[in-house]
């Protein structure tokens, strides 16, 4: 089994003891959770505003991929964690605008106490190519 990190400018980079992705036997890629950061500034988009993060959140998750030699359509399980699960809604809405109902990956969503830099949203994924 091999075992690739992936790293890309174009999301935000790790702010702990991991990385972006890591793609296994150049197969499946495990991309680490996502929050809202603008990659270029480092800081987080869309402050209080849950639809914003979550188009930068997939934003970032595209960009992952897209340097693992991926896309979107590769995903085939995410995980959603919100700081608030009234907004599962309004990110379901944006999260539709990427997966189509017929080929969409498997989904767990799930209410946390606290996200990191105190986001309202964070989606991590696994794709297979």
Not at 26 to 50: C, K, R, Y
Not at 116 to 127: F, G, N, R, T
């Amino acid at each position: 089994m091999t075992r690739k990190i992936i790293r890309t400018p174009n999301a935000p980079a790790p702010v702990g003891p991991y990385n972006q992705a890591i793609a296994v036997s150049g197969q499946m890629i495990f991309v680490a959770g996502q929050i809202p950061l603008d990659p270029s500034t480092g800081e987080i988009v869309g402050d209080n505003d849950v639809a914003k993060q979550t188009e930068q959140v997939m934003a970032n998750l595209e960009a992952i991929l897209v340097a693992a030699g991926a896309k979107i359509p590769d995903i085939v399980k995410t995980t959603v964690f919100l700081a608030d699960m009234n907004d599962f809604a309004t990110v379901n809405q944006i999260y539709a605008k990427y997966f189509n109902e017929e080929d969409a990956p498997a989904r767990a969503c799930v209410e946390v106490s606290r996200l990191p830099k105190d986001v309202l949203v964070e989606i991590e994924c696994i794709a297979v190519i």
